[in-house]
């Protein structure tokens, strides 16, 4: 069996998230950005924790058979702990859910405990304290740049400030951590988000929703490079 490892923390990455690809055509729309995606985000929403409702274990089965990528699974649910063992069984590689639904250490505890990369996410309005105390304890954070449950919305920028938070206690405190942001990152707020400290840009429309999908990753690794210089 072939092990998926994340990299490095802190190296810059580039995650499609395929709730922007055509779902009628999924295995075809990874396979075509597979050489310029480091990642592949997986937008998991359940109509609870976000009004929406997108896909689960079964279609991160299915994918696993057309990429080797990591899957970087985002759980937008108010029970994740539920379903952590049948995404890891369908090939999920990392896990992270939303700390305002509570339970964050041992929901954290459980993910570890069957392997998975653990990541945290927290909400634009949701303040860097809520996170903080766990930032030693999970591998990614990932910091909402839009409201969680629709693809297409603006980058709020605000959040940047928060991102610049969690940079500082990364490099303060030397923790192996990546800071993940998503929503509204496209070629000209990515390299504001790099600047601020992420390393791992989630982009939906800004990649599936190009007519050439693969030149837009390629665009958007570019720009995130810009952020570092
Ligand atoms: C939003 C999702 C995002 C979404 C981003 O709830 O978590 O991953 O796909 O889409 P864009 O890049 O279009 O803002
Ligand atoms: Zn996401």
Redesign the pocket.
Known sequence: MTVIEAGPPGKIRIAP?I??ADFGNLGRAVEEIDAESDWL?V?VMDGHF?PNVSLGPPVVASLRRYSKKFFDC?L?MSEPGRYLEAFKKSGANGCTVHVEVGGTASLIRDARALGLRVGLAANPDTPFEAVAPYLGDVDLLLLMT?F??????SFIVDVMDKVEQARYEVEKSALALDIEV????DVSTAPRAVRAGANVL?????IF?QPDPFAAAKALRAAAYEGRQ
Do not use: R, T, W, Y
């Open positions: 998230s709730l922007a985000h937008d976000v985002h937008m839009v969680p449950g629709f693809g297409g919305q998503d929503g509204g990152i989630v982009a939906g429309s800004a929703g």
